[in-house]
């Protein structure tokens, strides 16, 4: 058998479920698109914090110190790239605070549950399966909660330029002419020295180009010598871009929308709600059946087991719904974009170079940094190479930034997954990079013909 036929059969299965979702709704032959919304309901309120509940908080020993290496590893990978799109698109490019979230939003937003946790277990095995759930930590408490602040700062500040343009309309500059005019009128050369200096104000304000205020004035320090003469260093420019980029605002009205809607998100209750009951070890000690029959929990709590039952009912139906519903999410885009590759080929290649090149190859230096090794580092590369989840375009239609960008590394980025895991496997093992010990083979069982 091909060494990765369990990888192949993984995502084809996920391929044909999506494809089984895009033909449901596609001329309203099974569903409607607002039917289509029970379904997204049922996963994010339901199913997933059930997956995320049962893999955090009752299969999940967070004692284990690889166990926080995995997290700060993906924390570490998500707050340089942060930093890179801020240098980027901020300083370089000139971009919007909400152009630098959307990019950081589509190269890191991982499907890390969603995908992670079917390939895994078909790439490593069931017993690195959760791993998935365990690299969702930090999308969920930390890039999560910055990404809708950072969002909300851009609003706020697209609200202030259009606001700020009426008032500039209304009081433009009085000519040069009339100005001088008045002034000869009231008083000779008194009125010729004012009116010269009123043109040479007036001059020098048109010398300086025309920047809305975005920013708060106190967070970015007037020019002075060679930068108000125009003479500015490069170091001065990106200083000042990246200050510009960095300027924090949001009315008191954004900061309880945004708190309404991080409290009213059931996946962070359910990491909330995961790691009580793993840091407490009532998870993994009482409600945790374990392996059976291999190895069973001594101290399973059998009266307790509905609990487990209950959430692993749920758990199991995530995949499947999840890619069912993510499925009618490629009509949905295409309706509000019909060019799946809306970037263009060239910027496409680009990002798809970022995604599925540079963000795993960052990841491996991350696995070095914080001491991750063997398995548990290979899951967290064959992680980071996984496509942006499609809940990237939603959020940028939210906001109304970055749709091209997210349309195109969702549609490249699941398009490519199989390649680009059997790609990182086969560099990782030609390598020896993070190699995992060989699974003891069992005897292959007798096969017995069927009679009919």
Known sequence: MWEFQDVLNQDLAILLVMAAGALSVWRTLVF??????????FLFKFTLPASVILGLGLKTDLYKADIWRFVGAFLMMRGIMLAACALVFGGLLRRSLGEVTANWLSTT?????????????????????NLGVV????SFIFQLPLMLILFEVHTWRQQTIHGALPEQQQAPPQPQGQDSAAERRRGGDDGSQRAGDGSKRLAAAKQQPTVLSVVDASSVPPPRGA?????????????????????????????????????????LWGVGLGLVLSLSTL??????????????????????GFIFLLLEYFARCTEPVAFFATGKQPVRMWMVRPRPIATGWLRAAAYMAVKLVLVPALMVGCCFAVGLEGANARAAVLVATLPVSA???????????????????VFLGNLLVLPTTIAWLEFMDGIGLFMVAPKATAPAPTCVAWDA
Not at 34 to 39: A, C, G, L, P, V
Not at 391 to 409: I, R
């Open 32 to 41: 409607r698109q607002d039917d289509m919304r029970i379904f997204n309901v």
């Open 135 to 138: 690299a969702g930590i930090s």
């Open 391 to 409: 809940a990237a375009f939603a959020l940028s239609k939210t906001y109304s930034v970055g749709e091209d960008v997210a349309v195109t590394n």
């Open 283 to 304: 998870g993994p000690r009482y409600l945790n059946p374990g392996t059976l029959p291999a190895q069973p929990n001594c101290t399973y709590a059998v009266g307790a």
């Open 109 to 129: 937003w991982i499907s890390t549950v969603i995908l992670g946790t079917p390939l895994l277990r078909a790439l490593l095995g069931p017993q690195y399966a």
């Open 227 to 267: 930068a108000a003469a125009g003479r500015s260093s490069l170091g001065d420019m990106m200083r000042q871009r990246l200050l510009g980029c960095m300027g924090w605002h949001m009315t008191r009205k954004q900061g309880q929308r945004l708190g309404l809607r991080l409290v009213m998100n059931h996946v």
